[in-house]
């Protein structure tokens, strides 16, 4: 079985443009996750999708961020315009549906640096 | 809201000495606890998770943890660590019925010498 897909697995862009973060799940896995490391500081929620709804997207630093899943499936993590302060590390994770405690599946990450 | 404190960033220590990661936690309501670890340019592993019940939680690769409510405490041991568990380690809470919406502590980097 697959797991989850992340790509890129680096970027690299300078402040002001915008870059595409994609996220494939676990196949079959309705809940969607999206995570960020911000370097030395702790691992944070960004938010949280099941199937192609945003069931919770409190943790969304600001409106630059966009985040989709278009059909339930892969999703789509957009900065547009990216700033210094986004640079870090995008993780998104996946689980089946269920009552909520269902093991969490994370990729391996998009180290995102903005110069 | 919830907070998360793992006390040591880095942890040295010997091939087959024993280790403890020491995590404590805050919410003002009930909580799931949680390790994951991450090894080098892999993503997050979990560990083991604390729900209800017993307070001792064993997990895979040898490690376990106790759930002390009254310290708020959630401290990840091991007897006896290989070169392999060289890896950065996470603890996590959520609160029970916000499923998989994690508060992470800062982690914990354990670095196993020969």
């Known amino acids: 079985e697959a797991g989850v897909t992340q790509f890129p697995s680096h970027s690299v862009i300078e402040k002001g443009q915008t870059v595409t973060l994609r996220c494939d799940p676990i196949?079959?896995?309705?809940?969607l996750y999206w995570y960020r490391r911000v370097m030395g500081k702790e691992i944070k929620f960004l938010l949280h999708f099941v199937k192609e709804s945003k069931q919770d997207e409190s943790g969304m630093p600001n409106n630059r961020f966009l985040a989709e899943r278009t059909g339930g499936t892969y999703s789509t993590l957009k900065v547009q315009p990216a700033e210094l302060e986004d640079s870090g590390v995008y993780f998104c994770?996946?689980?089946?549906?269920?009552?909520?405690?269902?093991?969490?599946?994370f990729g391996s990450g998009t180290q995102l640096s903005v110069l | 809201a919830q907070s998360v404190t793992q006390l040591d960033s880095q942890v040295p220590v010997f091939e087959e000495a024993p280790v403890e990661l020491r995590c404590n936690y805050s919410?003002?309501?009930?909580?799931?606890l949680f390790w994951y670890v991450q090894y080098p340019n892999q993503g997050l592993q979990l560990l083991l998770k604390?729900?209800?019940?017993?307070?001792l939680v064993k997990g895979i690769n040898g490690f376990e943890a106790e759930f002390n409510k009254s310290q708020t405490s959630f401290h990840l041991r091991k007897p006896s660590v290989h070169i392999s568990d060289t890896a950065e380690y996470f603890c996590a809470v959520s609160s029970r019925g916000a499923g998989n919406k994690l508060t992470f502590g800062g982690g914990t980097r354990v670095l196993v010498k020969p």
């Open positions: 919410s003002s309501v009930s909580v799931y």
């Open positions: 196949s079959g896995h309705d809940n």
């Open positions: 994770a996946s689980s089946r549906a269920g009552t909520g405690d269902e093991k969490l599946f």
């Open positions: 604390y729900l209800s019940g017993s307070t």
